[in-house]
């Protein structure tokens, strides 16, 4: 099976990010930094999986080189992009991601972001009701 037929739990995870971020207080219609990750063992199949990041529409970042706790080495980068947290976008980059390392043999490995925390004036313009 590749990574591809993975993509509804892929979809259910992107969710679960979006609902964890909004009911810990992070900003709705923010822009976020979403770095999606990618890794490998073989570095040259990294850099081709990078290049094909690249021509997507997405920003590439180094490639860093880690060591496991087996003692084996593993290459990753992040896939870098601004979004809102929309769950149909954030589900057609991970398709877009999941095809690219399938083709290229490497691992994905998911996405994360950082807090937007609500700004404490945001409801209280004047003459702004809102009501839940």
Not at 28 to 56: G, M, P, R, W
Not at 70 to 84: K, P, Q, S
């Amino acid at each position: 099976m590749n990574q591809f037929d993975e993509r509804e739990e892929w979809y259910a995870f992107n969710q679960e990010t979006i609902d964890a971020l909004l009911e810990d207080g992070s900003q709705a219609d923010a822009q976020y930094t979403i770095e999606h990750h990618l890794a490998s063992n073989d570095f040259d199949k990294l850099e081709k999986a990078a290049v094909d990041c690249f021509k997507a529409g997405f920003e590439v970042t180094d490639a860093e080189e880690l060591m496991l706790d087996d003692g084996g080495t593993i290459f990753c980068f992040d896939a870098v992009i601004e979004r809102e947290l929309d769950v149909e976008t954030l589900n057609a980059d991970s398709d877009a991601l999941l095809k690219i390392a399938d083709k290229q043999h490497v691992q994905y490995d998911g996405w994360g972001t950082y807090f937007m925390p609500r700004g404490e004036d945001d409801s209280d313009d004047e003459g702004e009701f809102f009501e839940e």
